[in-house]
């Protein structure tokens, strides 16, 4: 393969987490420690030299706050602590330190719009109405009849409202009922988040990843959300996605709150706000915020959330280039805990070309742990799934248990991750399906990631370079990134039959540096270039 680090890799204009890599950790199934059958921090930490090795720049840690764990962590009950199932807050100050020793960064889940109901701030405003926290939640009568203050419904299934016979009143919680939301009106709530993001900032972390940012204002009024027009099911079901969430989400006051924790994280050096937002890009983008001052990459899930198919694809990718704001600087997502893995979703060899594009197109890609080796969703049996969202609607499989099943290293005893039963199953497979058998197979998935991120990592054409869509059909994706002289034009094909890539009126001449197939590299291609099914190439333009 040619090589090709000949230049600066980065463009020093450009700040970390803008030609920087992101890392998702899924904590309980990175690597256990302590033996218990969880992942912890000091399995993480033992994990860095790995991650190094990668190439990835930073690490996104899901939450490790203590919780009941309800949902898995995401219903905290003390934001300045360490779950003791994790380790200790030196375990975490290790963490940190190790990971910036290896010229890395280090990001939290931030929980803003909800508690857990173990949360002394809830336990107090649940103790009774003219409580001083009361009104830190979102206490309502019912209606006059007794009926619910209105029909939203819980992500998770059900009624989005909770009875509280103590006090006599109705609380809201998007997600669980163990999960209250937070009254985010209440300029007390504001102070008490942005203390818990200081205290964490001040400690030296790198910025945080938001959870689900737009859901943390609703309606004054809390009125009645339209129901979806196309429902496929029977509206008596309390299936969240029966009714547009209109009035429940997304309201415009939530852009207030984004502005205020930018603020915050402004006034640190070069950290980072990233939030997780489910919104057509349309809305997505104006978390961007007025001026650039909200949300530094709200996160783009498209490749997560479309039907992998070059027509949809392509069109998304320009949509999504147009609709960014002037300096709004754009991300890519194929994976994450609360989705089917993209192995799963697309199939081993397109997971290869959603690689491929990840890593070409232009803005900071956010990598799952296991999409490097091509991990797929675990198969769960039902009397085995512990995700609340899978035990709520279990007709539906929407477990996300087979999305956050246990890294697999190696072949040894439950592939290295623990010596002990995994908190989750491993794959039957797991003994050829690891880190250490694919780091020694040259054409393995985790091969390919690496030579990808090295050639991304070595070139600002890639990194920060700009973006030129080129032609899409049936089959095809392509485009060209290009900076100062520099100039690569990536062809995926997203089909598994072979295609023709024939721009109108226009010839491409060049080298592939990278393709999913090795056997192609050093080849020069121009004129029609013919692509495999399921291949993806990587060019350099002469
Ligand atoms: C989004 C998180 O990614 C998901 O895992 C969680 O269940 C919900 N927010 C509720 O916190
Ligand atoms: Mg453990």
Redesign the pocket.
Known sequence: MEQVIAQPAVASEYLWWQHGIIYQIYPRSFQDADGDGIGDLKGVISRLDYLQSLGIDCVWL?PVYPSPMA??G??ISDYEGIHPIFGTMEDFDELLTEVHARGMKLLL?L?P??TSDQHPWFLESRSSRDNAKRDWYIWHDGKPDGSLPNNWLS??GGHAWEWDEKTGQYYYH???KE?PDLNWRNPEVQQAMLDVMRFWLDKGIDGFRV??MW?MIKDKQLRDNPPAPESPYNAGDLIYDHYIPVYSTDQPEVHDIVRMMRSLVDEYNERVLIG?IYLPIHKLVTYYGQDNKGAHLPFNFQLLTLPWEAPQIAAAIDEYEGALPENGWPNWVLG???KPRIASRVGLAQARVAALMLLTLRGTPTIYYGEEIGMRDVAIPMNEVVD??GLNMPELNVS?DPARTPMQWSGEINAGFSAHKPWLRLPYNSGRVNVEAQLKDPYSMLSFYKKLIGIRKSQPALNVGSYQPVFADQQLVSYVREYGNDRFLIILNLSHRPAYFRPKGRNFEGTIILGTEYERTGMQVGDIITVGGDEGLLIRLT
């Open positions: 899901s949902d898995f995401y219903d889940d929980v719009n909800h992500v998770f998007a997600f669980l999960q959870d689900v859901h997780e994450n805990h609360d609340p969202q996300r």
